[in-house]
């Protein structure tokens, strides 16, 4: 995924309005309009770096002539007391997008590292880690960009990219056949459905409809085994619910193609980072 610059900005003025208002009393105060200083990112921990560029455009929305010297590109491994970006600027600028570059750049780097983590888990099985919509609201760009620098892979960015029958979709219209049925009469041709099952016997009616994508929702290591064996092929199979870090690497080897993870962007912990001013 690449994030678009509109994207990027839009975030990142609507975090710096949040923030500054109108004035920052601190700075604005206290520093000279004309003082340039040069200050670093410092990782503290171990991880996946993702959201230079954006905590680089922070500064650069903050002041035109910023400049920024990236040492540890997103996606690059980084340990404790690795120093991963400097960026010159007013400084000004820079106290005022401290903490807005510093909290874009932890999350993503969250993110990252914690897809990262799963992706490591399933190696040497055909199971890719993937996101949801589970995003929080208004960074869904951002975090759907930060689980491919982990190494995972995006499900549909919103409500618009696919056909995805949930149970509650379901429940609301009565029957699955009767709902798969009804979309492919509404429908263009190039878009997709997925389905929601819950055990084999919603995965047997899935199958007999013909549909690309069935999820196979909080089914067991054993089920989802089962599903497997059982569809051959004729469908993608998409493995859901309670995965973690113990649990994720028996479900990728029942054999699906895809595990979908919301916790990597809904529950990350971010990714300790530090900005210090060169003296």
Partial sequence: MKLMQFQIDAIIKSALAEDINYIDVTTDYLVDDDKISTARYVAKDEGIVCGTEVAARVFKLLDDEASCEILIQDGGKVKKGDIIARFTAKTRALLKGERTALNLIQHMSGVATATNRLVRLCEGTKASIAD???????????????????????????????????????????????????????????????????????????????????????????????????????????????VTAETVKAIAQTGVDIISVGAITHSVKAFDISMKIDR
């Fill in 132 to 242: 949801t919509r589970k995003t929080l609201p208004g960074l869904r760009a951002i975090e759907k960009y930060a689980v491919t620098v982990g190494g995972g892979k995006n499900h549909r960015y919103n409500l618009s990219d696919c056909a995805m029958l949930k149970d509650t979709h379901i429940d609301a219209y009565g029957s699955m056949t009767a709902a798969v049925n009804k979309l492919r009469e509404n429908m263009g041709h190039t878009v997709k459905i997925e389905v929601e099952v819950a055990d084999l016997d919603g995965l047997n009616e899935a199958l007999s409809l013909g549909v690309e994508i069935i999820m196979l929702d909080n089914m067991s290591v054993e089920d989802m085994k089962n599903a497997v064996e059982i569809t051959g092929g004729r469908a993608k199979l998409e493995a859901s619910g309670n």
